[in-house]
T-cell receptor, first 117, second 114 residues
């Protein structure tokens, strides 16, 4: 079975440019999470969706960041304009939530490494 | 504020040398504690979930335990392929529509020398 698929794997851009990261969750999963990982701050949750609806975006650093999930099989994280401090690895993760059961098993993609010059 | 602290930051062992990694947490109403393994250039890979104090889970050379304040990941007779960063995370709130965020620690970078 295919896991969480992220693209691009690597992105190098210049400050001020728009960056769009893409994610395809595992089929049948109804929760999707965007995390950012840096050496200084570790893994931080940016935003998550349940059934395509954003539930908690309190981790989004500022208005330059936006995320969408137009359908159950696709999500984007956009940074506009990008800044050098946005350089990090961005992970998408998904899981299946049924009723009140929380399995805890979050499946992560391979990540998108972003470098903003 | 929910906090997760892992120690040590890095650990070097010889093959076969058993040890333990620590994860201390401060959270209001722990709903679950999770261990993940992360290899360089990869995403975290799920290992264990622990829900209540006293619970233990095992997988090959790894065993995770949980108390009310901390969790340990014991590694017995490790092999070089066990080298990775091990991440601990806590879930503080419950609910399908509620906050399901996992708060991660900084990780322990484990190196097993042959």
């Amino acid at each position: 079975d295919a896991g969480v698929i992220q693209s691009p794997r690597h992105e190098v851009t210049e400050m001020g440019q728009e960056v769009t990261l893409r994610c395809k969750p595992i089929s049948g999963h109804n929760s999707l999470f965007w995390y950012r990982q840096t050496m200084m701050r570790g893994l931080e949750l940016l935003i998550y969706f349940n059934n395509n609806v954003p539930i908690d975006d309190s981790g989004m650093p500022e208005d330059r960041f936006s995320a969408k999930m137009p359908n159950a099989s696709f999500s984007t994280l956009k940074i506009q304009p990008s800044e050098p401090r946005d350089s990090a690895v961005y992970f998408c993760a998904s899981k299946r939530v049924q009723g009140s059961t929380y399995t805890g098993e979050l499946f992560f993609g391979e990540g998108s490494r972003l470098t903003v010059l | 504020e929910d906090q997760v602290t892992q120690s040590p930051e890095a650990l070097r062992l010889q093959e076969g040398e058993s040890s333990s990694l620590n994860c201390s947490y401060t959270v209001s109403g722990l709903r679950g504690l999770f261990w993940y393994r992360q290899d360089p250039g990869k995403g975290p890979e799920f290992l264990f979930t622990l829900y209540s104090a006293g619970e233990e889970k095992e997988k090959e050379r790894l065993k995770a335990t949980l108390t009310k304040k901390e969790s340990f990941l014991h590694i017995t007779a490790p092999k070089p392929e066990d080298s990775a960063t091990y991440l601990c995370a806590v879930q503080a709130r419950w609910g399908l529509q509620g906050a399901q965020k996992l708060v991660f620690g900084q990780g322990t970078r484990l190196t097993i020398n042959p």
